[in-house]
């Protein structure tokens, strides 16, 4: 059937409303005309597969990568350049109208391709790639078109390391360059053959600029076990932003574009005065790192332990001792620090999860007066404002481009007490 697409969710998903039934398709664009087949009815809402584009949209482009039909990657790679980022702002602005009346601002990213410091391949005997989305198979790619240059170096040694070795035990194969450093980390159930080909392979391309790591894991569920072994290279990545030197363990997050991360946490530190920052979900400590050159103090909550060791030795490196890191949960720590420091300006970048309740409801019963909300995830920032909007009201809400060629987007939100 025919149906015109008339608004995209949080997914990037296109929607119609017809005779009261809602129809959902996903890689379409608002105001296209698409031909659909249904593939199943629950309470009013169709799934449907998109069958052929009826009328496109004006902004429609082919995709420039060869598997991202395939590949479960990049979900947005359908639009030009110079309107992505607004039809995000439009699903952004629609979602959250109930809270936030005002203009978006919208940051774009520097490079739209080239861009991630981190992919994760997934390996099955000499197959790599990357994986298709909801299942198991392996789409092999030569390069992955989003990833930095150096990720693809790797990914073509491994290849060929893969090709030579016939290795069973490897699962996935975790890349992170940054600076012209990357770090290799193979997970794997046992130690696998010949790493010294890998190791040799890693010097000719890189120098001196290189770690490779094992990572055990038997888990289907996640990618990365808890045990690891350093194999040979550097131990961390060493690298500067912002006028700060900081480390980074494969082991700890680090945003996955580093142009975007400078401007949002530029942005963020607009939001700082000369007073106490609590910030929870700190990671490997960069942004407390800039937060604490312009804050009297900052208390940085990390549940990870490593990434609270590098940001440790970042606070050293770079003489911060106004800085306190503390390894730990949020929910329990957060509403501790509330209660002694209630003027504190709250700065939080949690998981998709969203903000414990304890969270929330420290920060309602406490005095504090800002909250900087910053979120990978529309779904429970939204849930969380809504808990939220008796006391707070939404001050600010720009948008930052961290994930170009997708739909996913980073939000940055500012809350202050009514
Ligand atoms: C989205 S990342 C943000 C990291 C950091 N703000 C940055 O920009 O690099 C979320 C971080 O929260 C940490 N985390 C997850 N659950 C936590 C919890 N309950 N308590 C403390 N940290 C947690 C993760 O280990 C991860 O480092």
């Given at each position: 059937?025919?149906?015109?697409?008339?608004?995209?969710?949080?997914?990037?998903?296109?929607?119609?409303?017809?005779?009261?039934?809602?129809?959902?398709?996903?890689?379409?664009?608002?105001?296209?005309?698409?031909?659909?087949?249904?593939?199943?009815?629950?309470?009013?809402?169709?799934?449907?597969?998109?069958?052929?584009?009826?009328?496109?949209?004006?902004?429609?482009?082919?995709?420039?990568?060869?598997?991202?039909?395939?590949?479960?990657?990049?979900?947005?790679?359908?639009?030009?350049?110079?309107?992505?980022?607004?039809?995000?702002?439009?699903?952004?602005?629609?979602?959250?109208?109930?809270?936030?009346?005002?203009?978006?601002?919208?940051?774009?990213?520097?490079?739209?391709?080239?861009?991630?410091?981190?992919?994760?391949?997934?390996?099955?005997?000499?197959?790599?790639?990357?994986?298709?989305?909801?299942?198991?198979?392996?789409?092999?790619?030569?390069?992955?078109?989003?990833?930095?240059?150096?990720?693809?170096?790797?990914?073509?040694?491994?290849?060929?390391?893969?090709?030579?070795?016939?290795?069973?035990?490897?699962?996935?194969?975790?890349?992170?360059?940054?600076?012209?450093?990357?770090?290799?980390?193979?997970?794997?159930?046992?130690?696998?053959?010949?790493?010294?080909?890998?190791?040799?392979?890693?010097?000719?391309?890189?120098?001196?600029?290189?770690?490779?790591?094992?990572?055990?894991?038997?888990?289907?569920?996640?990618?990365?076990?808890?045990?690891?072994?350093?194999?040979?290279?550097?131990?961390?990545?060493?690298?500067?932003?912002?006028?700060?030197?900081?480390?980074?363990?494969?082991?700890?997050?680090?945003?996955?574009?580093?142009?975007?991360?400078?401007?949002?946490?530029?942005?963020?530190?607009?939001?700082?005065?000369?007073?106490?920052?609590?910030?929870g979900?700190?990671?490997?400590?960069?942004?407390?790192?800039?937060?604490?050159?312009?804050?009297?103090?900052?208390?940085?909550v990390?549940i990870?332990?490593?990434?609270?060791?590098?940001?440790?030795?970042?606070?050293?490196?770079?003489?911060?001792?106004?800085?306190?890191?503390i390894n730990g949960d949020c929910g329990l720590l957060l509403p501790k620090l509330v209660?002694?420091?209630?003027?504190?300006?709250?700065?939080?970048?949690?998981?998709?999860?969203?903000?414990d309740?304890n969270i929330?409801?420290a920060?309602?019963?406490?005095?504090?007066?800002?909250?900087?909300?910053?979120?990978?995830?529309?779904?429970?920032?939204?849930?969380?404002?809504?808990?939220?909007?008796?006391?707070?009201?939404?001050?600010?809400?720009?948008?930052?481009?961290?994930?170009?060629?997708?739909?996913?987007?980073?939000?940055?939100?500012?809350?202050?007490?009514?």
């Amino acid at each position: 059937m025919k149906i015109l697409i008339e608004e995209l969710n949080i997914n990037g998903e296109g929607l119609s409303y017809i005779d009261g039934k809602k129809y959902c398709v996903k890689g379409v664009l608002t105001g296209e005309n698409v031909d659909v087949l249904e593939k199943s009815e629950k309470r009013n809402f169709v799934d449907t597969k998109l069958n052929k584009i009826v009328h496109p949209s004006p902004i429609r482009i082919l995709s420039k990568c060869v598997w991202c039909d395939k590949c479960g990657g990049c979900d947005f790679m359908f639009a030009d350049e110079k309107n992505a980022l607004k039809v995000k702002k439009n699903i952004i602005k629609n979602y959250f109208l109930d809270f936030f009346s005002k203009e978006i601002i919208t940051h774009s990213s520097k490079n739209n391709i080239h861009y991630r410091n981190k992919v994760s391949f997934a390996v099955n005997g000499d197959k790599i790639g990357l994986q298709k989305k909801n299942s198991n198979e392996i789409v092999e790619v030569d390069e992955c078109l989003v990833a930095k240059n150096e990720i693809n170096m790797v990914l073509k040694i491994f290849r060929e390391y893969l090709g030579k070795t016939q290795n069973s035990t490897i699962n996935h194969l975790v890349i992170r360059a940054v600076d012209n450093y990357v770090s290799v980390v193979l997970v794997c159930k046992i130690t696998p053959k010949n790493l010294d080909f890998c190791a040799k392979k890693l010097e000719c391309a890189f120098g001196n600029r290189f770690g490779l790591f094992l990572n055990f894991n038997t888990s289907k569920n996640k990618i990365l076990g808890d045990k690891w072994q350093y194999v040979c290279g550097q131990k961390e990545i060493c690298s500067k932003a912002l006028g700060i030197n900081f480390f980074v363990k494969p082991h700890s997050f680090l945003q996955i574009n580093d142009d975007v991360r400078d401007k949002l946490y530029n942005r963020i530190l607009r939001e700082i005065d000369g007073g106490v920052v609590i910030e929870g979900y700190s990671g490997a400590g960069l942004l407390s790192a800039v937060m604490a050159k312009k804050a009297e103090k900052v208390f940085a909550v990390e549940i990870n332990k490593t990434a609270s060791l590098d940001a440790e030795k970042t606070k050293i490196e770079n003489s911060l001792f106004n800085l306190e890191n503390i390894n730990g949960d949020c929910g329990l720590l957060l509403p501790k620090l509330v209660k002694k420091f209630p003027n504190a300006t709250f700065v939080v970048d949690p998981p998709r999860s969203g903000l414990d309740k304890n969270i929330i409801n420290a920060i309602i019963n406490s005095d504090v007066k800002k909250v900087v909300y910053i979120s990978c995830n529309p779904y429970t920032l939204k849930q969380n404002i809504y808990l939220l909007k008796d006391k707070f009201e939404v001050v600010n809400f720009e948008i930052f481009d961290i994930f170009p060629q997708t739909f996913e987007i980073e939000s940055f939100v500012v809350l202050n007490r009514k």
